[in-house]
């Protein structure tokens, strides 16, 4: 049975672990990010995320192997907005073993109750284009696109 849980020091290890394949797999998706083994600090950076207020890092472990995370924030609302202050949805990743089973809608459900505590909005993310399965999440958690980033590769 998964159990969904705010993520703690004691954490970091497996989390980085979980962090490094999310990150390969973008690679892998489009080679315009960079693989994990090119990350630097990376345990350093999780340590400092666990430490900030305006982040929140849910996991979601089977028997204490942690099979997914969340990472979320709350950021000032960009000047086009009236919105104070927004959500952000900045990482989510489930093992490729442990996906299909509702493991990252659970994480974000429990993400909504950090949100309203912190009296967030609305909530954005970034996805790439080439992650159908992150897409196809996303969508059917109600998330709408309301602009489009592009790149040009020079």
Same mark, same amino acid.
């Given at each position: 049975?998964?159990?969904?849980?705010?993520?703690?020091? +004691?954490?970091?290890?497996?989390?980085?672990?979980?962090?490094?394949?999310?990150?390969?797999?973008?690679?892998?998706?489009?080679?315009?990010? +960079?693989?994990?083994?090119?990350?630097?600090?990376?345990?350093?950076?999780?340590?400092?995320?666990?430490?900030?207020?305006?982040?929140?890092?849910?996991?979601?472990?089977?028997?204490?192997?942690?099979?997914?995370?969340?990472?979320?924030? @709350?950021?000032?609302?960009?000047?086009?907005?009236?919105?104070?202050?927004?959500?952000?949805?900045?990482?989510?990743?489930?093992?490729?073993?442990?996906?299909?089973?509702?493991?990252?809608?659970?994480?974000?459900?429990?993400?909504?109750?950090?949100?309203?505590?912190?009296?967030?909005?609305?909530?954005?993310?970034? @996805?790439?284009? +080439?992650?159908?399965?992150?897409?196809?999440?996303?969508?059917?958690?109600?998330?709408?696109?309301? +602009?489009?980033?592009?790149?040009?590769?020079?």
């Amino acid at each position: 049975m998964t159990n969904i849980r705010n993520a703690s020091e +004691k954490d970091i290890g497996q989390l980085v672990g979980l962090m490094k394949s999310m990150i390969d797999y973008h690679h892998e998706l489009d080679a315009y990010y +960079k693989p994990a083994d090119k990350y630097v600090g990376l345990e350093d950076e999780v340590a400092a995320w666990l430490k900030n207020q305006d982040i929140n890092i849910l996991i979601a472990e089977d028997d204490g192997v942690l099979t997914g995370y969340l990472r979320v924030g @709350v950021e000032e609302g960009p000047l086009y907005t009236e919105a104070k202050k927004i959500g952000v949805v900045h990482d989510i990743f489930v093992q490729s073993g442990h996906r299909q089973k509702g493991i990252a809608k659970e994480l974000f459900q429990e993400s909504l109750k950090w949100f309203a505590v912190k009296k967030v909005k609305n909530i954005e993310l970034d @996805v790439s284009i +080439k992650n159908d399965n992150a897409i196809q999440l996303w969508d059917g958690l109600g998330f709408k696109d309301y +602009k489009r980033r592009m790149r040009l590769d020079i």
